[in-house]
């Protein structure tokens, strides 16, 4: 039997999956508990059309983290923080004060999305990755100065 799920289900499948499952298993489990709806004509025309309309807003998130990537990575941030002997930071510079920084050029750009390879604690040249979107990254080079 032919099944829509309306929620995800453990080890079957995540909402809006097409499945084949054993009638009882939908009457008697899915059906019931509002898991899932029987996929009939027309809900199955009705999913084929969200499918095609979530594969085109994908597509298009896609295009617009490539093209966001693209001007991101010619970035470099520049921080100036008050510095010890050796070049050594009192604190130091995290995502949350690089998404700051962007957001004052005009980026929106969320600190959890942030992903320096290091922790920035010496005065020196960084690079931080940026996930856009699975699969798209940009890396911004961050540099941090003693403050005079």
Known sequence: MQIILTQDVP????????KEVAPGYARNHLLPRGLAVEATPQRLRDWKQNQEKEVAANRQHEEQARFLSEKLSLKELYFSMPAGEG??????????????KLRAEGFEIDKKKIELSEPVKNVGSYTADIRLYPGVKAEIVVKVDKEE
């Open 11 to 18: 080890n079957l499948g995540k909402k809006g999956d097409l």
């Open 87 to 100: 070049g050594r930071l009192f604190g130091s510079v995290t995502p949350a004060d690089i998404a700051s």
